[in-house]
DNA sequence: ATATTATATAATTGTATACTGATATGTTTA
DNA sequence: TAAACATATCAGTATACAATTATATAATAT
């Protein structure tokens, strides 16, 4: 039986990686690696529908992995922490060892 | 728009990601940190039925995160890479500084 | 004030996926 | 072989989530 407090604590952790679990929200990301971008910069670069970027955002927001700041009309998004960076380079490496593996996942459930 | 080779790399990323955005998931890849456990290890620490370790094991399994060898009647379970084990100590990191965030992200998609 | 541009939210719908319980398969020992 | 144990799969249900469309809010310009 897990003490409450891991459980918190794994939850956080698999909210936070939820974060990164959605092709839209990586695009997001890994377009904001390059310095910060304004919602229609984003769209622009990602291709996804305002609605949809701005939906993701507000996630992106909400889950600490990006801050805004408004500015004249734009709002301008970046990444919170170095760290998130890191995070996605270090999944890199992962892929790169077991990238045949995953792609081959195409398994969901019992499915 | 998008090349189909960074739309497939991110895709995989994303999969890779969804691997660990999932506290059932989450507590088998820590309950692993210690090294190699049976299936039936995994179902006393994480407290998850049988099945449900099983199922969340096979699609750990088939994204390459971990590997299983069987012994006698029993399978061993371990992570398949150093990295994985980065990984969740990197989201540790970013979760001290962007935790009080994420725990109040209740939000899902636009809810 | 009105129009225009930028961004955010709401409601709907389809799909994915996690969980439970029941059952099947595989492995070892008697 | 039979019994016992370990693990995997299946079917059904409930929930979570993403995409879309429409609309609302906010800021600037005319």
New binding site residues.
Partial sequence: MLLTAEINAISLKAKLF?GFS????LSILECLLDGPR???EIVTVTDL????A??????LRDCGLVT?V?E????YYRLSDDRVANLLTLADEVLAEVARGVYECTR????
Avoid: K, M, W
Wanted: hydrophobic residues 20%.
């Fill in positions: 939820r959605d092709p839209s929200r304004n919602v229609s529908s305002q609605p949809n701005s939906n993701h955002l507000s996630c805004a408004q004249g009309r734009y709002v969901v459930s019992q499915a």
